[in-house]
């Protein structure tokens, strides 16, 4: 199968999702782009209470299901509370690097629909005012949002309709370079998101079909630990793609797939992952096996959950993690065709 000709569809796709504001919570529009782009497919899907979106591809042998998992939701912050000046204190939604935000412009969403913009600052944001502008830590007790709008008090900010809860979404900046390089926050996990995608379009426009039934998950509450939790309760096994770590003490690059063997709750299923071993190998995927000791995934919450499920997990190579993240293409399409492998659609 070819793949190469699919890497426009899938930079297209990736930021697409990637300019939906969708922090844990708050996944409602990103779930209906999922949605509406499977629909078109033309595979059934659905969306289960909690919000994961759900698609169903028959197999060519249906006794028994897999499914592959890539979240949609992503870090974020909420209003905790409003300053008597009208600024705007902030919670973290999972665990976003807090001083890679300072300076960043945010979008605050009302429950009532209303979308203001602002900017998330050090509580001393100014050099020429503050002497301890450079060395203030940037964490929940020192940094705000400042709104654009004419404001000066707390009851200025409540007349706007802003209310602790709200939540504050910031610019992803996404960036696809002529060197091949996907720049953005949020890679975690809208990039694997966009190639379950580009799997199922792949396979209707190819008309193949996965050796077992198998559902496409796109989970919504990675980020704060159960996305997982409510996957199909027949499948056997789960691949889990999200991304791969690159960095200190392992092997991946941005332009390679990671195939990780543990991660911070324990090890992988051995079978699954020396499977997935022997298929880059067979297939010439440029892989390597990595452990991530400060990670866990969906697996994780299914594991939880009870499930009596085997799991693996694989992904792109994702540079500086939880702050202004960068992949590769190469990265991107190797995920691709390892996640094809396994479907034994390759």
């Known amino acids: 199968m070819n793949t190469k000709q699919y890497e426009d569809f899938i930079i297209k796709t990736a930021e697409s999702l990637l300019a939906i504001d969708s922090p844990s919570g708050f996944t409602g529009r990103a779930s209906d782009y999922i949605l509406d782009t499977v629909r078109e497919l033309g595979y059934p899907v659905y969306r289960n209470k909690i919000g994961n979106v759900i698609v169903t591809v028959d197999g060519e042998d249906n006794e028994e299901s897999v499914a592959l998992s890539a979240h949609i939701d992503t870090l974020g912050l909420m209003v905790r509370s409003i300053t008597s000046e009208g600024y705007l204190m902030i919670t973290a939604v999972g665990g976003p690097i807090l001083p890679t935000l300072d300076g960043e412009y945010c979008r605050i969403h009302t429950r009532e629909g209303k979308v203001y913009t602002g900017t998330i600052l050090s509580l001393s944001p100014a050099i020429h005012v503050f002497a301890d ?72 426009e190819q008309n193949l079909k996965p050796a077992k039934k198998t559902y496409l998950c796109f989970s919504t509450h990675e980020e704060i630990g159960y996305g997982g939790a409510t996957l199909p309760k027949d499948i056997k096994e789960l691949l889990v793609v999200d991304m791969g770590c690159v960095g200190s003490d392992l092997s991946c690059t941005e332009e390679q797939v990671s195939i990780c063997a543990k991660d911070s709750l324990g090890p992988y299923d051995w079978d699954m992952t020396s499977r997935l071993v022997a298929l880059s190998k067979e297939h010439e995927i440029d892989a390597v096996t990595d452990i991530y000791p400060r990670y866990n995934s969906d697996a994780a919450a299914l594991w939880k959950a009870g499930y009596d499920t085997c799991a693996a997990l694989i992904g792109p190579g994702v540079h500086a993690s939880h702050g202004m993240e960068r992949t590769h293409i190469n990265g991107i399409m190797n995920t691709l065709k390892l996640s094809a492998a396994y479907l034994r659609i390759l």
Do not use: W
């Not at 705000?144 to 009851?155: C, T, Y």
């Not at 939540?167 to 190639?195: H, P």
């Open 133 to 204: 502008s450079s060395t203030r830590p940037r964490d929940e007790q020192n940094m705000a949002v400042r709104i654009d709008e004419i404001v000066h008090s707390k009851e200025d900010v409540e007349a706007l309709g802003i209310r602790p809860g709200d939540f504050v979404c910031y610019d992803t900046k996404t960036t696809f370079t002529e060197s091949g390089f996907l720049k953005s926050r949020f890679i975690d996990d809208k990039g694997c998101a966009s190639i379950l995608i580009t799997l199922l379009k792949i396979m209707k």
